[in-house]
């Protein structure tokens, strides 16, 4: 019986000591902004623009850290035409508005044509694609909820990360943070 009452006395006190750290993890786990923010426009919510894909500039807003994964969001400005491959999201629910320009934007089986003002929403495990069109600088406001790795991703991409990929790498590397190429560009496609 008092080997019993030791036993249990022991995981007690283990318990206890464990609670501070479980405590800790707990709340870094679910670390969140506590205080609204403002980001100016034509600026990066941390003053560091992510610079990629043949010469689109995205600039957070809000970003993954400030609300726990929950929404990532950002603008993105691309002054060449077209746009990114097919891909699907396992996870997220992407949105598009249109800041300025005009761009095709695919979701699903339908080609929609977006213009200043319009917002197209895609969502998870719907193969969709983008591709800025016409003259002239084109600006979106993109978002993902929740917002997986998907800002860890740009970041990584803007650093050069794919460069030295061979196409399964890169298929790999997409696969690990949330997305999977199922198809070209959209000017690419028949439409």
């Known amino acids: 019986m008092q080997r019993n009452s030791f036993l249990k006395?022991?995981?007690?006190?283990?318990?206890?000591l464990a609670s501070p750290f479980s405590w800790?993890?707990?709340?870094?786990?679910n670390y969140r902004v506590d205080k609204g923010f403002k980001v100016d426009a034509g600026k990066d919510r941390f003053d560091h623009p992510i610079s990629l894909f043949e010469g689109d500039t995205f600039m957070t807003k809000v970003s993954t850290?400030?609300?726990?994964?929950?929404?990532y969001m950002y603008e993105?400005?691309?002054v060449k035409e077209g746009g990114p491959a097919l891909h699907t999201h396992f996870d997220q629910d992407e949105l598009w508005y249109v800041l300025e320009g005009e761009f095709l934007i695919k979701v699903g089986d339908v080609i929609h044509q977006a213009k200043t003002g319009d917002t197209v929403?895609?969502?998870r495990n719907v193969p969709h694609c983008f591709a800025k069109i016409g003259p002239g600088a084109g600006r979106l406001l993109m978002s993902f909820q929740p917002a997986g790795r998907m800002e860890e991703f740009f970041q990584k991409v803007s650093e050069g990360v794919l460069k030295p990929m061979?196409?399964?790498?890169?298929?790999?590397?997409?696969?690990?943070?949330?997305f999977k190429r199922v198809g070209p560009p959209i000017n690419?496609?028949?439409?």
Do not use: V, Y
């Open 121 to 123: 929403f895609g969502p």
């Open 65 to 71: 850290k400030d609300t726990n994964g929950d929404l």
């Open 9 to 16: 006395a022991g995981l007690a006190t283990a318990a206890f």
């Open 166 to 178: 061979s196409e399964a790498q890169q298929d790999k590397f997409r696969e690990d943070h949330g």
């Open 76 to 78: 993105s400005s691309r």
């Open 188 to 191: 690419q496609l028949k439409k």
């Open 24 to 29: 800790a993890a707990d709340a870094l786990r």
